[in-house]
């Protein structure tokens, strides 16, 4: 299994600012995604993060609000741009085994936003 | 519809009984399950993986997978305490595709 570590685990950030969160994977990985999880809601997925070219998002979630960088297979950020309330969630990067077929998770980046 | 259907519960067990989770989905094209525990303030963990349809049992759990109902269970067996977290259960395609999630189980075990 891979080991993920994510930095900040926490951050209590202002309205209006913008937080990059680092996601670091202990062995390369092709395909990195990134997922938030409002409170008390399941998971849901941001964007896909392949190395080398650009991020592909949901609907509903954009590159300017969710910038993504990816600069090699075991390093990428998420950046939540222009902070609201509403962007309070964990947010939680994953990527997949050596056979795509099952995915692991960080601990998260858990942002309040005030 | 949603593609992913899990009852979100809560779940209030005593300790000992057997806990029965499910979910149902609509897209026939996922084919690996999983089911992550998360426990207050934790990212997922993940705790069984299958693939084909049939049981597959690791220590006090079991998942279960009915690939022509869409049907999918986790069962636990003399639950402890330390079980009591939310249990959600996930689905892909093959090959490097993301997860799709149920709204996950909260459970509580009570000693």
């Known amino acids: 299994s891979a080991v993920i570590s994510q930095k900040p685990s926490r951050d209590i950030c202002q309205r209006g600012t913008s937080l990059t969160i680092q996601c670091q994977v202990d062995s390369q990985v092709t395909m990195m995604f990134w997922y938030r999880q409002q409170p008390g809601q399941s998971l849901t997925l941001i964007a896909t993060?392949?190395?080398?070219?650009?991020?592909?998002?949901e609907s509903g979630f954009v590159i300017d609000k969710f910038p993504i960088s990816r600069p090699n297979l075991t390093f990428s950020t998420l950046t939540v741009s222009n902070m609201s309330p509403e962007d309070s969630s964990i947010y939680l990067c994953?990527?997949?085994?050596?056979?795509?077929?099952?995915?692991?998770f960080g601990e998260g980046s858990w942002l309040t936003v005030v | 519809q949603k593609e992913v259907e899990q009852d979100p519960g809560p779940l209030s067990v005593p300790e000992g009984a057997i806990v029965s989770l499910n979910c149902t989905y609509s897209n026939s094209a996922f084919q690996y399950f999983m089911w992550y525990r998360q426990y207050s303030r934790k990212g997922p963990e993940l705790l069984m993986y299958t693939y084909s349809s049939g049981n597959k049992e690791d220590g006090r759990f079991t998942a279960q997978v009915d690939k022509s109902s869409k049907y999918i269970s986790l069962f636990i067996r003399d639950s402890q305490p330390s079980d009591s977290a939310t249990y959600l259960c996930?689905?892909?395609?093959?090959?490097?595709?993301?997860?799709?999630f149920g709204k996950g189980t909260r459970l509580s075990v009570i000693a």
């Open positions: 993060a392949n190395q080398g070219s650009e991020a592909t998002y």
């Open positions: 996930a689905m892909k395609r093959q090959g490097n595709t993301p997860l799709v």
């Open positions: 994953s990527v997949t085994d050596s056979s795509g077929n099952t995915i692991y």
